[in-house]
C-alpha cells in the first residue's frame, strides 16, 4: 500500500517502540473534559497495546460525552486505576499534567512516561517527549508513529485516529489542515477506519438538551460595539433549566466565531456551582491562547480554554471581554 513517509525523529520512534514492548503494566491517559482527539488517541494506543500483548488501561477523570461513546473500545475507560503496579504511563494530547484532573497523582507515581502531543510546550512532563505543536492533532502524529515502523493499524485503531484528526481539524476545515492530515487520514480509511461513522456520531447526533442549550445561548449572545467579540454565558440555572451538562456546550462557541464581522469569540459557562469555564475562538493572525495562559489555561493560537475557581461568572465575563479586547490590538 502507498503510504505517506512520515518524517518523525527516527530515534524517537525506537525508543517508543522499544519502551512499549518491553512494558508489562502500562496506564494510558489524557486531560479531563476529553474530545475526540484525546480519547480517540489514548484509545488508539491502547488497541496498540493490547497488539503487543502489553496488560494497559485507560484511566481518565471524565467522560466519555455522549458523542465519543461510539469509539471502539470507549467502554473501556475507567475514571480509576485498578492497578497500583504500572511500569509505564502514555498520556496524549495534553501539556501539563494538572490536566489529567483527579487521576494525576496516580500518573505520577508511576516511573516512566512518554508524552505524546500537539500542544504548545507549557510544563513538559514526562521522560519520552513526541511533540510538535505544527501538527493539527495528537492522534495524526499518532498514526505517523505507528506508520513510521509499520505497526499493522487495525480498523479499530484506523476509526479512534480518524476520529482525533477529523475533530481536531474540524472535518478538514481548519486551518490547521495540512496536506498529511488529508494523506493520512486516506490511508486510515484505506486501513477500515470508518469516517462515515465518525461524522455521524460526533456532528450529526445529538441530545434535545444540547440543541435547547444552543437555541438560549445564541438567542443570548453579546457583541461588543464594533461587532468584533462575541461571547454568550451560560448560567448554572440555565443548564438546570434545560436538563443540560458541560458536554451539551460542544459546538456553540464556532457558532458564535460564524458571525460574520466576528473575531474572537467566547463560551462562558458555569456548568457547576463554583466553576466558570471559557472556550475561546479566534479568527488567523489573532491569538488568544496567551489570554487563556493569563488565566491558568491553554491551548492553541486559535482556539483555547481556561477554568475559573470561586469567582462569580460576570466577575469573569467581564474580565474576560475586556482582555479578549486586547487580543485586537496586538
Ligand atoms: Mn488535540
Known amino acids: 500500500m502507498d503510504i505517506p513517509l512520515p518524517d518523525l525523529d527516527r530515534h524517537l520512534v525506537a525508543q517508543f517502540q ?50 465519543l461513546k461510539f469509539l471502539p473500545g470507549s467502554d473501556r475507560i475507567r475514571h480509576q486505576s485498578q492497578w497500583d503496579d504500572h511500569d509505564l504511563a502514555i498520556v496524549l494530547d495534553l501539556d501539563s499534567l494538572d490536566r489529567l484532573g483527579k487521576v494525576r497523582e496516580t500518573f505520577e507515581s508511576v516511573p516512566r512516561m512518554i508524552l505524546i502531543d500537539h500542544h504548545i510546550p507549557h510544563h513538559e512532563p514526562g521522560d519520552l517527549r513526541i511533540v510538535d505543536p505544527t501538527s493539527p492533532a495528537t492522534a495524526l502524529l499518532l498514526a505517523e508513529l505507528f506508520l513510521a515502523f509499520e505497526h499493522p493499524i487495525s480498523p479499530a485503531m484506523a476509526t479512534c485516529l480518524l476520529t482525533g484528526i477529523v475533530t481536531d481539524t474540524g472535518s ?12 493520512i487520514a486516506a490511508t486510515l480509511l484505506k486501513l477500515g477506519g470508518d469516517i462515515s461513522l465518525v461524522s455521524e456520531e460526533v456532528y450529526q447526533k445529538r441530545p434535545l438538551a444540547a440543541t435547547r442549550l444552543m437555541g438560549f445561548a445564541l438567542e443570548n449572545l453579546q457583541l461588543s460595539p464594533d461587532g468584533r467579540v462575541c461571547w454568550s454565558v451560560l448560567r448554572l440555572e440555565d443548564f438546570d433549566r434545560l436538563g443540560a451538562s458541560e458536554e451539551h456546550t460542544e459546538g456553540i462557541v464556532s457558532e458564535l466565531m460564524a458571525i460574520d464581522t466576528v473575531q474572537i469569540a467566547a463560551l462562558i459557562r458555569e456548568p457547576k456551582q463554583d466553576r466558570v469555564r471559557a472556550s475561546l475562538r479566534s479568527r488567523a493572525g489573532i491569538d488568544v ?9 491553554g491551548g492553541h493560537k486559535n482556539a483555547a480554554g481556561c477554568t475559573f475557581m470561586d469567582e462569580s461568572i460576570d466577575q469573569v465575563e467581564q474580565k474576560l ?9 496586538s
Open 18 to 67: 522499544e519502551t512499549t514492548r518491553s512494558a508489562r503494566r502500562v496506564i494510558v491517559g489524557t486531560h479531563l473534559n476529553p474530545d475526540g482527539d484525546a480519547l480517540g488517541s489514548a484509545l488508539a494506543v491502547s488497541h496498540y497495546l493490547d497488539a503487543l500483548e502489553v496488560e494497559n488501561e485507560v484511566v481518565v477523570h471524565n467522560g466519555p460525552p455522549y458523542n
Open 172 to 183: 478538514f476545515r481548519f486551518r490547521n489542515t495540512t496536506p498529511d492530515s488529508l494523506a
Open 289 to 297: 491562547a496567551s489570554a487563556a495562559r493569563e488565566f491558568g489555561g
Open 321 to 329: 471581554v475586556q482582555r479578549l479586547r486586547q487580543c485586537l490590538e
